[in-house]
Every structure is written in structure tokens, then in C-alpha cells.
């Protein structure tokens, strides 16, 4: 089982619609977990990251369930610049106390007029 | 302030050949991770240094190797390349090893081509 799975999409939406990513993790002491936005032959960039009580950030909104090990984005009013790759991403606890990051295989979005 | 850059932005290699990667780390930050990225996949972890030492290491054959420098700039090296070694390199560096609630900032990576 991938340590973070991810559905790989693509989800091909029209502007202004609403579209939900999900990912599970299999670590269940994992500490923090975000959402990372990749375009295309780019480097990924922090979206946002994603707590327990759900936060939200403008359009966007995540959502983490540690009892289902189970992560989501939703976006709303989706737009023509929301198109990208979406990165879900864990920090399991590291054996030696250092910190990594472990990245799901990520969701695409396409956004068409 | 200063962020991660990396060099060289693209690289093309033979099979067999070796590679050295580089990475700076954004002003203040004394570890440095290494990721690679296949295509069609999300980053893996290769290895992290920390004050010049490798403090953690992803599930990467020895051929995969590094430096960290007393500036805390560090260097990534693969040895015998291989065709599956074609990947996006990223590095990001952090404070203390610290993980917090920005999570890593990446270089915009080397793109490794082999041939």
C-alpha cells in the first residue's frame, strides 16, 4: 500500500464549478499534512496546510479526518488558473527524529472556459 | 532574504556517467533535503543534512550521495546513472530541521535527463 494515495484524475471542470480532492495516509502518527500546487515542469508550492479543525483560505478548504486517515481540498468557483497538479503531502514521524515529506503521486485539474 | 536556487536548471547525461547537483539554501537555513521527481509521480525523499551530516535517507541505492558545506549549500551526486534516474531534482532547505506549518519551500529543481 503507497504511503499517501491519491486519485490521479484528471477531473476536467467548467469554470465556477466546485471540485473535491481526496487522499488517505496509511501512517497514523503522521504530524502535519498540506496541500501542494504543481504546474506543469515547476517546482511544487505550498497551497495551504491542513489541520484538524478544517481550514479554509479564500476559495479553498481542507479538511483532516486522523480517524479515517483521510485528507481533502475542496475548490469552489473554480477558475481558468486553478489548473495544476494538486499534491497531497505527509510528515510521518522520521526514525531518526528528522522530518520529511511524503508526497501523494498527485491529482490534476483541468479548468475549461 | 534570499530563497533555494538550484543549478544547473537542466542537464542532459550518458548512461553510467556521473552527476553533481547543486543547491543553495535560502539565507539562514542549515538543513537541506533532496527530493526526486519522476515524471507522473509526486517527489521522493532521497536524503536530508543537517550542520553537514546526512541525518535521514529515503529508500535510495549508496550510488545516490551528498555533501553539505559549512555555508550549508549542498551538493547532490549520482554516480553510474541510469535511464530511470531521468527526474526532476528538488532540494528545500529549513531551519533546524524544522517542519512547520509552511512546510518545505523547493528551488524550482534540475531537470535530469539521461540518455
Known amino acids: 500500500r503507497k504511503e499517501v494515495e491519491q486519485d490521479p484524475g484528471p477531473f476536467n471542470v467548467p469554470e465556477g464549478a466546485t471540485v473535491a480532492f481526496n487522499c488517505t495516509y496509511s501512517?497514523?502518527?503522521?504530524?502535519?499534512f498540506f496541500w501542494y500546487r504543481q504546474d506543469c515542469r515547476k517546482e511544487p508550492k505550498l497551497l495551504m496546510s491542513v489541520y484538524s479543525s478544517g481550514n479554509e483560505d479564500g476559495r479553498f478548504t481542507a479538511q483532516l479526518n486522523r480517524a479515517s486517515q483521510y485528507i481533502s481540498l475542496l475548490i469552489r468557483d473554480s477558475k481558468l488558473s486553478d489548473s495544476a497538479t494538486y499534491l497531497c503531502?505527509?510528515?510521518?514521524?522520521?526514525?531518526?527524529?528528522?522530518?520529511?515529506?511524503?508526497f501523494g503521486a498527485g491529482t490534476r485539474l483541468a479548468v475549461h472556459p | 532574504e534570499t530563497g533555494v536556487t538550484q543549478s544547473p536548471t537542466h542537464l542532459i547525461k550518458t548512461r553510467g556517467q556521473q552527476v553533481t547537483l547543486r543547491c543553495s539554501s535560502q539565507?539562514?537555513?542549515?538543513?537541506v533535503s533532496w527530493y526526486q521527481q519522476a515524471l507522473g509521480q509526486g517527489p521522493q525523499f532521497i536524503f536530508q543534512?543537517?550542520?553537514?551530516?546526512?541525518?535521514g535517507r529515503g529508500n535510495f541505492p549508496p550510488r545516490f550521495s551528498g555533501l553539505q558545506f559549512p555555508n550549508y549549500s549542498s551538493e547532490l551526486n549520482v554516480n553510474a546513472l541510469e535511464l530511470d534516474d531521468s527526474a526532476l531534482y528538488l532540494c528545500?532547505?529549513?531551519?533546524?530541521?524544522?517542519?512547520?506549518?509552511?512546510?518545505?519551500?523547493f528551488g524550482s529543481g534540475t531537470r535530469l535527463t539521461v540518455v
Open positions: 543534512y543537517y550542520r553537514e551530516e546526512e541525518n
Open positions: 539565507s539562514g537555513h542549515n538543513t
Open positions: 528545500a532547505s529549513s531551519l533546524n530541521n524544522a517542519l512547520d506549518n509552511y512546510g518545505y519551500t
Open positions: 503531502v505527509v510528515n510521518p514521524p522520521g526514525a531518526g527524529g528528522y522530518n520529511k515529506l511524503i
Open positions: 501512517n497514523s502518527a503522521s504530524q502535519s
